[in-house]
């Protein structure tokens, strides 16, 4: 499968983005997906997952409340809801397949995107 980011951007402290992330290939709806995010001289680190039902979602305690995750198995495509945005949201975005799904480690995620900037202005 093939990912490819959309929809990051400028935008003021407590403002929205909504993400996009538009996967090619027949079978996106039997993958469980993940977003990760990779500040600048940080490490990438888990933001959310999805099941492959859209039934179970998981998230970094930091966006919880604030983030949502959501798929759309008509349009290959999942989404990332932010709402509430802070400085520190300040990252690019990746998302990417789950390969073992309840895990936070970017080593059991693969086909992951090329990303898209998100900056979060105080």
């Known amino acids: 499968v093939q990912l490819v980011e959309s929809g990051g951007g400028l935008v003021q402290a407590g403002g929205s983005l909504r993400l996009s992330c538009a996967a090619s290939?027949?079978?996106?709806?039997?993958?469980?997906m993940g977003w990760f995010r990779q500040a600048p001289g940080k490490e990438r680190e888990f933001a959310a997952a999805?099941?492959?039902?859209?039934?179970?979602?998981y998230y970094l305690d930091s966006v919880k409340g604030r983030f949502t995750i959501s798929r759309d198995d008509a349009k290959n495509t999942v989404y990332l809801q932010m709402n509430s945005l802070k400085p520190e949201d300040t990252a690019v975005y990746y998302c990417a397949r789950s390969l073992r799904f309840g895990s936070r480690d970017s080593s059991d995620f693969g086909s992951w995107g090329q990303g898209t900037q998100v900056i979060v202005s105080s």
């Open positions: 290939g027949r079978t996106f709806s039997k993958y469980a």
């Open positions: 999805i099941s492959w039902s859209g039934g179970t979602t």
